[in-house]
């Protein structure tokens, strides 16, 4: 039960973020690099924050859609800690750098 409230809990800061990065580069003008950093508040560090996020939700995903499927492999890659509490420590921690990162920017 734990694990699907942690996945939906995911998914919901992955649509969050992808739906905010979203309109940030669609607004920014300028080469790539230009409109990453626009959407990132001009700051290297969210960015960063945003890509650290969406690996862990994709991996995240990978595993629980193998168990869904009951193609085995979620089990291979859940040996030791189960994914969705370490792809929830690393959510979490990119979140708290991301809120505190617009703290100090004043936003």
Known sequence: ???IGINILLLAVFCW???NFWRGYAAAQGTR???ILAASKSSATIAWAQLVILATA???SAAFL????SAGAGEQIKTMIPA???????VFTMAVSILA???SLGS
């Not at 193998?66 to 499927?69: A, G, I, K, V």
């Not at 969705?84 to 690393?90: D, G, I, L, Q």
């Open 58 to 60: 994709l991996i995240n």
């Open 17 to 19: 973020l992808g739906v």
């Open 101 to 103: 990162r617009l703290r």
């Open 66 to 69: 193998s168990d869904f499927l």
């Open 1 to 3: 039960m734990a694990a």
């Open 84 to 90: 969705e509490y370490v792809a929830a420590f690393v």
């Open 33 to 35: 690099w230009q409109r």
